[in-house]
């Protein structure tokens, strides 16, 4: 059974950092790529970032380019998602996914996680 947990979710205030992780289990971690969305309250699910399964080719959304870094450990099965300088638009429930191929689509992803809440206070 694929199951994905995220972690490391919480309030923050605007301006800090937050680091998340996605446990990857019953699946051949290493084969897929793995990416990162988020969906605010209201609002539909959108692209954060991505990493090839080698973790060489990174895919990340202009919204969070340059203050996000997504990065793997095929060693852990992990996938993390560290965030810098964060702003309160960035509040959102946070879901990794597993994707054959497709990173930047929704549908490409065959495996989620349950998500986790990321809140930044002004």
């Known amino acids: 059974q694929v199951q994905l947990v995220e972690s490391g979710g919480g309030l923050v205030q605007a301006g800090g950092s937050l680091r998340v992780s996605c446990a990857a289990s019953?699946?051949?971690?290493?084969?897929?790529?793995m990416g990162w969305f988020r969906q605010a309250p209201g609002k539909e699910h959108k692209f954060v970032a991505a990493?090839?399964?080698?973790?060489?080719?990174?895919y990340y959304a202009d919204s969070v380019k340059g203050r996000f870094t997504i990065s793997r450990d095929n060693a852990k099965n992990t996938v993390y998602l560290q965030m810098n300088s964060l702003i309160p638009e960035d509040t959102a429930v946070y879901y990794c996914?597993?994707?054959?191929?497709?990173?930047?689509?929704?549908?490409?992803?065959?495996?989620w996680g349950q998500g986790t809440q990321v809140t930044v206070s002004s």
């Open positions: 996914g597993a994707s054959a191929g497709a990173p930047l689509v929704l549908a490409g992803y065959r495996y």
């Open positions: 019953g699946l051949p971690f290493s084969s897929y790529l």
């Open positions: 990493i090839s399964w080698s973790g060489r080719d990174t």
